[in-house]
Structure formats: C-alpha cells, structure tokens
C-alpha cells in the first residue's frame, strides 16, 4: 500500500521564477492538503483540495496555487518565487469526513531552496 | 500569532525514564487536537489525537492530556525508548460546520532519549 509520495525531492529556482511540485495520495484518500514548514517551524496550512477544488485556504498570497486531478493527485504552483518561499512544502492526505480529515498521512516533503 | 506554541525546542531523557512534551494554544475555537512526530527525511506521521469532549486519551506507552481550561495539552511517552528521538508537533484544529481539516501546527519540540 503506497504512502503519499511526492516530486520533486528537492529543487533550485531563482527568485522570479515559477515552481511545480506534484503530490500522489495514499490509495483510498481522496483529500489532499498542501503545508509550508520553514526551517525551525512547524508546518503551516497552505490549502485543501477535494472533489477537484480548493476547499480551505491558509493565510498565503495568490501567488500560490494549486490542482487536483480527476485520480486525487494535487500539484502546487508557485509563480514570482522570492527567497521567503525557501522551505520544506509537505503534502498530506486523508478522507473528507469524520476523524479522518485530521489525521492526514504526510508525504516526506519536496525541499525548495529559492536564491 | 503563534495560536499553537510549543515552548520547550528540546527534551532530553533517559531509556525508560518518561518524556513529557508540552503544548499550549490560544484560539478558544480549537476542539480536536494531535501529535505527529517527524523523523528526519520523512513526513510527520500521526501518533495520537483527543477531542475536547475529553481529558485523557491513551494509546500503549503513549498518552494524551488535556487541560481546557488552561488551554494546555501533553504527551507523556513511558517508558521512552531510544526509537522515540524526533521532533514532535502539537497540532490543533476546529470541528465545526467549515472545517475541513486545517491543522494548526506548534514550532515543535526535539525529543532525544540516550540509551
């Protein structure tokens, strides 16, 4: 059974550019959930997708955006990179309802290093 | 505005002695609260929740408290073996009609347990 698995693992841009990082679920979630943890910090909420839209939105500009395709794959976008989005964004799963939309499984991350 | 906080960035205890992690919040529209522990290069992986319809939830050696009306909560892990060091999160969410999910994460704390 494969967990949430995401890609890149890491990644260079340069400030101004745009980014995509995509994120598989875990088989049987259809919910996926994007995160931001910066060094020394704990992850924080970017945004939700289920049934193909953005259910739940995090206090980050619209700079950031995202998908979630017909299968429950998500990809994040990011345009105008500045080097404040340096980070480690992480990709959760989990089922829409009850106690389930809590306790997501989290992908190991895509590490974005912005110069 | 830091609604979950973690002040301790560091714990250290002996094998088989009990690890106490601490976790405090703000928003009094937090109800439903977890721990994650995350191993370097991996994804934070859900280690035990509680409702705030409870004071105490208990899952083999690990163990949940919560006091709301300090708005405190703590894991106490007994006995604390050396396969516990990482970095536990507190992580906090709403369960009302709009919440789909979005966890509140603290800064968390890095557990080390010598042998």
């Known amino acids: 059974d494969a967990g949430v698995t995401q890609s890149p693992t890491h990644l260079i841009k340069t400030r101004g550019q745009q980014v995509t990082l995509r994120c598989s679920p875990k088989s049987g979630h259809d919910t996926v959930s994007w995160y931001q943890q910066a060094l020394g910090q704990g992850p924080q909420f970017i945004f939700q997708y289920y049934e193909e839209e953005e259910r739940q939105r995090g206090n980050f500009p619209d700079r950031f955006s995202g998908h979630q395709f017909p299968n429950y794959s998500s990809e994040l976008n990011v345009n105008a990179l500045l080097l404040g989005d340096s980070a480690l964004y992480l990709c959760?799963?989990?089922?829409?309802?009850?106690?389930?939309?809590?306790?997501?499984?989290f992908g190991p991350g895509t590490r974005l290093t912005v110069t | 505005d830091q609604q979950v906080k973690q002040n301790s960035p560091s714990l250290s205890v002996q094998e088989g002695r009990i690890s106490i992690l601490n976790c405090d919040y703000t928003?009094?529209?937090?109800?439903?609260f977890l721990w994650y522990k995350k191993y370097p290069a991996e994804g934070p992986t859900f280690l035990i929740s509680i409702s705030s319809i409870k004071d105490k939830n208990e899952d083999g050696r690990f163990t949940v408290f919560l006091n709301k009306s300090a708005k405190h909560l703590s894991l106490h892990i007994v006995p604390s073996q050396p396969g516990d060091s990482a970095v536990y999160f507190c992580a906090a969410s709403g369960t009302g009609g709009t919440s789909y999910g979005k966890l509140t994460f603290g800064q968390g704390t890095i557990l080390t347990v010598h042998p």
């Open positions: 959760a799963s989990s089922l829409p309802t009850g106690n389930s939309r809590y306790e997501q499984y």
């Open positions: 928003n009094s529209m937090f109800d439903y």
